[in-house]
């Protein structure tokens, strides 16, 4: 099934490499990095994660700048393989607590023990960091994240000198800490990626969430964990759910499916909402769910172009912060595409703004206006001048945009899904672990039309 499976850095360095068939012809790692360094398509910037070049399929991801790949000569499902390349970073992160070049480098015994496990003569086998414990013997070289940039989810949590830990857990599921002590706690993260489109007068005209509540134990002896949530969760339609659930309350938060992890009991779902588990080693998700019912959008983003001239023309953004004061959205990122025929662009910030930084792609024709962070409640306003290279014709609105934002939010959730208590099997009177339940919103797809 799989002829190669390798990881590659930013900068198309083998960091891993293993072939398990030999039917690949060599420099196929080459291959595939200056494809995706160079690639030009009309309708997309970046190389889509299944491509063939000379009858070779490679399949890819990136995760936290890292390029897992495999190729294959045969016609095998490409969402399978995605979905490995998935589990296979997620278990190398969960063995050595940070996933990035440095730890792969450190780590490389490790991951070709872990990669012998996983994939045998090109077949996947387990992709289970429980079960894989009983064959992993080396111990994870572990790495300072303290000195690393903050990639991905564990960004999302950076407040001010103080670093809270954030999904991307920074700590060996299998790893003994020095001294023989080990901190006991347990993280639970609710993350929802909102995609909402609003019309050019600001209304909303489709609005989703996709929610994950991740969890990652570090507890000695997997106890039993009861989660509760929303009294008043309804969850009413049909669809992918692996479990149907129907209730006629009308609570107050109404998801349209679900499904369950494979160690959620559900017996007193019904009765009292609250999920019961004994969690296996390793990051992994305890519930999915989607919700399409109205919801209240983080921000208003609207946008107007007009002529200001037969080669010219002004851009107003606009975005308003629809949340609570004492919450923050960081790395703030607005673009909008303009007419090809745009030579160049000058901006105008708001008096004050601070944080705040743009610039004109003239490759991609689009402007990008980046916001370190946004408070609640707060308006930020762009101005920009457009100059053409030829007249407009009246075909402003039609060749340019729409805006597209993307941000995180931690510590909010626009579904209004809550943890109401964690509780976990006492194996002592004196035992009391630690207990993280922490919230994000990320935007999947924002976009405000013109």
Known sequence: MISQFFVLSQRGDHIVFRDYRGEVPKGSAEIFFRKVKFWND??????????????????HVKVAGLFFVVTTMVNVSPSLLLELLQRIARVTK??????????????????????????????????????????????????????????????????GTKRMPGTAVTKSVVANEPGGKKREEIFVDIIERI????????????????????????????????????????????????????????????????NFHESVHLDSFDIDR?????????????MNYRMTQEFKPPF????????????????????????????????????????SYTMRASFELEAGAVGQTTDFK????????????????????????????????????????PVNMNFTIPMYNASKLQVRYLQIAKKSKTYNPYRWVRYVTQANSYVARL
């Open 42 to 59: 009309d309708e997309a910037e970046e190389a889509p994660p299944v491509f063939n070049v000379d009858g070779v399929n490679y399949i």
């Open 94 to 159: 969960d063995y050595l607590g940070v996933l990035n070049e440095d730890s792969l480098r450190k780590n490389f015994i490790l991951v070709y023990e872990l990669l012998d496990e996983v994939i045998d003569f090109g077949y996947p086998q387990t992709t289970s960091t429980e079960v894989l414990k009983s064959y992993i013997f080396n111990e994870p070289i572990m790495v300072d994240a303290g000195r690393l940039p903050p990639l991905g989810p564990a960004a999302m949590f950076m407040q």
């Open 195 to 258: 995609s909402v489109t609003f019309s050019s007068s600001g209304y909303i005209l489709t609005s989703e969430i996709d929610g994950t509540i991740q969890m990652k134990s570090y507890l000695t002896g997997n106890p039993e964990i009861r989660l509760a949530l929303n009294e008043d969760l309804s969850i009413g339609r049909t669809g992918s759910s692996s479990y149907d659930y129907r209730s006629s309350s009308g609570g107050a938060v109404i998801l349209d499916d679900c």
């Open 274 to 286: 609250t999920l019961t588990l004994i969690p296996p080693d390793g990051e992994f998700a305890v």
């Open 300 to 339: 208003r983003v609207t946008a107007l172009i007009e002529e200001a001239g037969p080669s010219r023309a002004e851009v107003l953004l606009k975005i308003r912060a629809d949340f609570s004061a004492n919450v923050t959205a960081n790395t703030i990122t607005v673009q909008m595409p303009v007419p």
């Open 362 to 401: 003239e490759g991609s024709r689009r402007l990008e206006w980046n916001l370190k962070k946004i408070v609640g409640g707060s308006e930020h306003t762009l101005r920009a001048k457009l100059t053409f290279s030829q007249e407009s014709h009246g075909n402003i609105t039609k060749e340019a945009g």
